[in-house]
């Protein structure tokens, strides 16, 4: 699900680690309303949610809360810009949450923020896609539920394209070649969002590479990628790609407003896209990078998490399990009422009627052959050190070779911190 349409955050920070839990404890906590309810009886408990964009997201978690009998389960509904600020200042205070959403990080594990769930999650694991219990595991133990997943791909108008006798790219040298091909006045051909931070991934699973290889080492240097970032930055050199939008990238409004022909997006946004452009919608997955690379689709998500230094673990643990492991028809409604997303429950997935025809199966489709998944270990440092290498290669024009160096080194840093 996206971010407030009218906040100036980009999605793709909710998608990874804040900053540390160390920073996180010089901030502020989150005013004056913790969440928690006054009045009635029996146990109290306080969850943290960002404030999601589709409209009717608050009011049903909100139900979903209210309809579990063994505790008064109140929700914060966090509006603010800088959620994982908010959420990790005030989880260092007497205020925190018992239980709120977020992303699978190994800090949380290693600091003890976060609860084993492996009791509540093992009788039904094998419900649950492989990649979603991968990506929240650590030492064999499973730390966090996934709620949803939310793959991301290119949305395009098939009109623009066939009036340009443009086909669907299927590698990035032919996006660079549509891109040219689709900008006609003030129309871009293409947008990646504001910052480009979020097709970064995409790019290197597309070049045939990965962040982390499975022994937790750099997996990401290779002529591949650094072929790929020499071809983002003649996108970003040429005048087809749309900059400067006024909304990021998690926004269907580039495309839905005629600011471009192609929008990188999620599939969140499908249901946005289909009321604006009917039938005029197509996707496709991010591009290879080179010939021997291979398509790819980044899948992101939101996951509940118990605060395992809150005073009521137990009873937190038994309302996750209630609603995200028992009450599959919450589950549904929340993965495809509010926008479209994947239920991690391969039940629920192959029953969503949602899901089952059109755009939204093409979207389960391209999931499913070209998904992946962050991996646990790449933390907020090391997306920052990749971040850096787009801003010196691709915008300012750096040898990206000197670049990736140059994250190596903060890459190494971080590991030799985290697996020794």
Same mark, same amino acid.
Request: one cysteine or more.
């Given at each position: 699900?996206?971010?407030?349409?009218?906040?100036?955050?980009?999605?793709?920070?909710?998608? $990874?680690?804040?900053?540390?839990?160390?920073?996180?404890?010089?901030?502020?906590?989150?005013?004056?309303?913790?969440?928690?309810?006054?009045?009635?009886?029996?146990?109290?408990?306080?969850?943290?949610?960002?404030?999601?964009?589709?409209?009717? %997201?608050?009011? *049903?978690?909100?139900?979903?809360?209210? *309809?579990?009998?063994?505790?008064?389960?109140?929700?914060?509904?966090?509006?603010?810009? +800088?959620?994982?600020?908010?959420?990790?200042?005030? /989880?260092?205070?007497?205020?925190?949450?018992?239980?709120?959403?977020?992303?699978?990080?190994?800090?949380?594990?290693?600091?003890?923020?976060?609860?084993?769930?492996?009791?509540?999650?093992?009788?039904?694991?094998?419900?649950?896609?492989? *990649?979603?219990?991968?990506?929240?595991?650590? +030492?064999?133990?499973?730390?966090?539920? $996934?709620?949803? #997943? #939310?793959?991301?791909?290119?949305?395009? $108008?098939?009109?623009?394209?066939?009036?340009?006798?443009?086909?669907?790219?299927?590698?990035?040298?032919? /996006?660079?070649?549509?891109?040219?091909?689709?900008?006609?006045?003030?129309?871009?051909?293409?947008?990646?969002?504001?910052?480009?931070?979020?097709?970064?991934?995409?790019?290197?699973?597309?070049?045939?590479?990965?962040?982390? #290889?499975?022994?937790?080492?750099?997996?990401?240097?290779?002529?591949?990628?650094?072929?790929?970032?020499?071809?983002?930055?003649?996108?970003?050199?040429?005048? #087809?790609?749309?900059?400067?939008?006024?909304?990021?990238?998690?926004?269907?409004?580039? /495309?839905?407003?005629?600011?471009?022909?192609?929008?990188?997006?999620?599939?969140?946004?499908?249901?946005?896209?289909?009321?604006?452009?009917?039938?005029?919608?197509?996707?496709?997955?991010?591009?290879?990078?080179?010939?021997?690379?291979?398509?790819?689709?980044?899948?992101?998500?939101?996951?509940?998490?118990?605060?395992?230094?809150?005073?009521?673990?137990?009873?937190?643990?038994?309302?996750?399990?209630?609603?995200?492991?028992?009450?599959?028809?919450?589950?549904?409604?929340?993965?495809?009422?509010?926008?479209?997303?994947?239920?991690?429950?391969?039940?629920?997935?192959?029953?969503?009627?949602?899901?089952?025809?059109?755009?939204?199966?093409?979207?389960?489709?391209?999931?499913?052959?070209?998904?992946?998944?962050?991996?646990?270990?790449? %933390?907020?440092?090391?997306?920052?050190?990749?971040?850096?290498?787009?801003?010196?290669?691709?915008?300012?024009?750096?040898?990206?070779?000197?670049?990736?160096?140059?994250?190596?080194?903060?890459?190494?840093?971080?590991?030799?911190?985290?697996?020794?």
């Amino acid at each position: 699900m996206s971010a407030m349409s009218n906040s100036n955050f980009s999605r793709r920070s909710l998608f $990874r680690a804040a900053a540390g839990m160390a920073a996180a404890g010089t901030l502020a906590a989150c005013g004056g309303n913790n969440g928690r309810g006054s009045g009635g009886s029996g146990t109290h408990l306080a969850q943290y949610f960002h404030a999601y964009g589709e409209e009717g %997201t608050e009011q *049903a978690i909100k139900r979903y809360a209210k *309809a579990y009998d063994d505790a008064n389960v109140t929700t914060q509904w966090i509006t603010a810009a +800088d959620f994982e600020n908010k959420l990790f200042a005030t /989880l260092l205070t007497d205020n925190a949450p018992d239980l709120f959403e977020f992303h699978p990080q190994i800090q949380m594990v290693k600091s003890g923020q976060v609860a084993d769930l492996t009791d509540i999650i093992d009788p039904v694991k094998d419900d649950f896609n492989p *990649a979603d219990i991968a990506s929240h595991t650590v +030492d064999g133990k499973i730390y966090g539920v $996934r709620m949803i #997943d #939310d793959p991301q791909f290119f949305f395009y $108008r098939p009109s623009l394209l066939e009036k340009a006798g443009v086909k669907v790219p299927e590698t990035l040298d032919e /996006l660079i070649e549509a891109a040219a091909k689709l900008t006609t006045g003030k129309v871009k051909g293409l947008y990646l969002g504001n910052d480009l931070h979020a097709v970064i991934n995409p790019m290197i699973w597309s070049a045939g590479a990965d962040t982390l #290889d499975d022994k937790n080492q750099i997996a990401y240097h290779t002529d591949g990628v650094v072929d790929g970032i020499k071809k983002m930055r003649k996108l970003f050199t040429s005048g #087809d790609l749309l900059l400067g939008a006024p909304t990021d990238y998690w926004d269907p409004s580039a /495309l839905n407003q005629g600011l471009c022909a192609i929008q990188f997006c999620g599939m969140w946004a499908m249901p946005q896209f289909q009321k604006t452009l009917g039938d005029d919608i197509g996707i496709f997955p991010f591009p290879k990078t080179t010939g021997s690379g291979k398509q790819s689709v980044y899948n992101g998500g939101w996951s509940m998490f118990v605060n395992a230094k809150g005073k009521n673990v137990d009873a937190a643990k038994e309302y996750v399990k209630w609603l995200w492991i028992e009450q599959k028809k919450y589950q549904e409604d929340w993965a495809t009422s509010y926008g479209f997303h994947i239920p991690p429950r391969t039940s629920i997935a192959q029953s969503a009627t949602k899901l089952k025809s059109g755009l939204p199966a093409e979207g389960v489709k391209l999931f499913n052959e070209f998904g992946h998944f962050d991996n646990i270990g790449w %933390t907020q440092a090391m997306i920052t050190a990749l971040e850096d290498v787009f801003a010196n290669s691709v915008r300012k024009g750096g040898d990206p070779e000197a670049s990736l160096d140059k994250a190596d080194t903060a890459v190494n840093r971080e590991l030799k911190k985290l697996f020794g």
